[in-house]
């Protein structure tokens, strides 16, 4: 047993010595100790057959005259004349019957009640309830409950219940209140036998051995057994504390098998981690082992000096069979300090302009292990990019940036052959970097300070090459181009083949509707003045104007 048994064990039984105990509701109001009361039998009433019936005919029937819905209701109609109301009875004073006398089809021939009751038998269910009557029957009830005798002994069942079925019912059942109730010490006065008798209390009313008539000659013609009351509850009171000693040891029980199994799922848990721990651990040591390796042969003293293939084979071992370990403990940031300084020895002198694919080799490996999920890592601006972009960004960069500053933008074979063939390297982010912040400055620069008559070199054959690359970041461009050129025709005339030569190119790269736009405002009135100054003479005719038009 456990420590709650024992306490269980310990608690006081209650066992009563005389009398038979009696309980009380707990929303009773506590007595007076010098109250009296007195219990009274109620009078039978002594009521006919002849009565009942009456009374019966005395309460309305819901259902009465249904049947005048498949008529025209001139009985109902008759008797309302007459002072009748529905629901109450017949007469002046409504003293008559409520209900009507029914008939009841007879069975067969014969004397009166020889088929059975000749009247219509109410059931139960509409039957009224006598209120006298009723509280006489709950009255004798009441009255019952106190007496011992022939007439409430009835023959004691035993039923018997194995541990296993007081498990199953589930139920703990309530332990009867200790100690003294407020109702005992009472005094009452009891009348329910042949004389008075003044009890202390409510709970001496059931001692009926404690009466002078009961003796022993009026038990043996009673044929009553030996009965002690007293034992009887205490064994009642032994049988509920088992159960629920019983109920009590089963549910520790189960808890204590739920708690077995929960301890073992736990265990084996905890044994999974504690193995994948393990296997952390020995995978650390291997990694350990190979970044201290590339860091000693990364020194300048270092009899092993660490090349770039090296740096590519290391990396792609660690990225394959320690993905979680290189991701986690950001091992990019190690490729960061120890590829960096390779890369930068590398391309430390490298002239873009006259060889602009001596390193795409060397980046495509690069770009092929250090661009990818693993090697992301986040910059103190907190943008997150890779290992791959921060190396060009930060080598490949400022070597292209100081080749775009010192070149002529208008000799632009060489730079736009460069961006061609870097194109597939460059992420996304550093072309439009490339864009707007070197390409698109310069040719600004140069579209402003041109002059189409003073300018020898047409501006499409320099700045027409840059539309592959630049694509629409040159519409803005287009706006000056297109003033600048309508300010030239403004003393143009037709006879000047010049202007075509200049335009022809710009109509394909201005949209339909601003070349429309420009064609009507500054082409079509120099064409139609030529028009009207047009001489048409059948007899010599000279066509030399007109062949301007086309």
């Known amino acids: 047993m456990g420590k709650g048994n024992t306490s269980d064990l310990a608690t006081e039984m209650n066992f009563i010595v005389g009398g038979k105990k009696a309980t009380a509701d707990k929303t009773d109001k506590p007595c007076s100790v010098n109250a009296s009361v007195v219990i009274e039998p109620k009078a039978n009433k002594g009521r006919t057959t002849a009565d009942i019936r009456h009374q019966e005919l005395m309460h309305p ?15 109902e109609k ?3 004349d007459m002072g009748y109301v529905p629901g109450k009875g017949l007469g002046k004073d409504n003293q008559g019957i409520v209900r009507p006398v029914e008939a009841k089809k007879r069975a067969g021939k014969g004397a009166i009640g020889a088929h059975g009751p000749e009247g219509v038998r109410i059931s139960k269910k509409y039957r009224p309830v006598d209120q006298d009557e009723q509280e006489e029957n709950e009255f004798k009830q009441e009255l019952q409950q106190w007496k011992i005798g022939a007439e409430t002994r009835k023959k004691p069942s035993y039923v018997y219940k194995t541990a296993e079925e007081v498990i199953k019912s589930g139920k703990m059942k309530k332990r009867k209140a ?3 109730t407020t109702i005992s010490g009472v005094k009452v006065i009891d009348m329910t036998g042949p004389e008075q008798r003044v009890l202390d209390g409510y709970d001496k009313i059931g001692q009926q051995h404690d009466r002078p008539e009961d003796t022993f000659d009026s038990l043996a013609n009673d044929e009553r057994a030996f009965e002690m009351p007293e034992l009887q509850h205490n064994i009642d009171l032994l049988v509920d504390m088992a159960e629920q000693q019983i109920i009590q040891n089963n549910r520790q029980l189960q808890h204590e098998q739920d708690m077995i199994v929960n301890l073992e799922h736990e265990k084996r848990k905890i044994s999974g981690i504690l193995q994948q721990e393990k296997q952390q651990v020995i995978r650390l040591k291997k990694v350990m082992q190979i970044v201290e390796r590339c860091e000693e042969n990364s020194k300048p003293a270092s009899a092993n000096p660490l090349t770039l293939v090296d740096c590519e084979n290391i990396f792609k071992e660690l990225q394959m069979d320690f993905a979680n370990e290189y991701r986690v403990f950001q091992i990019p940031q190690i490729a960061v300090n120890i590829i960096f300084p390779l890369v930068q020895t590398e391309v430390a002198f490298w002239d873009p302009m006259q060889s602009n694919e001596e390193h795409i080799p060397l980046f495509e490996r690069l770009k092929a292990f250090l661009d990818n999920k693993n090697n992301r890592m986040k910059l103190e601006s907190g943008h997150i990019i890779t290992v791959y972009e921060r190396l060009i960004w930060e080598l490949w960069m400022p070597i292209f940036r100081r080749t775009v500053t010192n070149c002529n933008i208008k000799s632009c ?3 736009i052959g460069l961006l061609n063939a870097w194109a597939p390297l460059l992420p996304s982010w550093v072309t439009i970097n ?3 912040q070197l390409i698109y400055p310069k040719l600004q620069r140069q579209v402003d300070e041109w002059n189409p008559l003073t300018d020898p070199v047409p501006i499409h054959s320099w700045l027409h090459p840059w539309l592959p690359f630049m694509e629409l970041k040159l519409e803005p461009l287009y706006v000056p181009i297109r003033q600048k050129l309508a300010n030239c025709l403004i003393n143009w005339h037709p006879s000047d083949g010049s202007a075509k030569t200049i335009l022809m190119p ?3 790269v201005f949209n339909k509707g601003a070349m429309g736009t420009f064609v009507i405002r500054n082409i079509l009135p120099k064409l139609a003045v030529c028009l009207q100054e047009f ?3 059948p007899y010599q005719q000279h066509l030399g104007t007109l062949l301007l038009l086309f």
Do not use: A, V
């Open 506 to 508: 710009w109509k394909p």
């Open 78 to 80: 008759l008797m309302k």
């Open 178 to 180: 200790t100690g003294e």
């Open 413 to 415: 074979d060489s730079i």
């Open 61 to 75: 029937d819901k259902n009465m005259g249904d049947w005048q819905r498949h008529t025209t209701g001139i009985g």
């Open 535 to 537: 001489l048409i003479n």
């Open 434 to 436: 490339i864009q707007d």
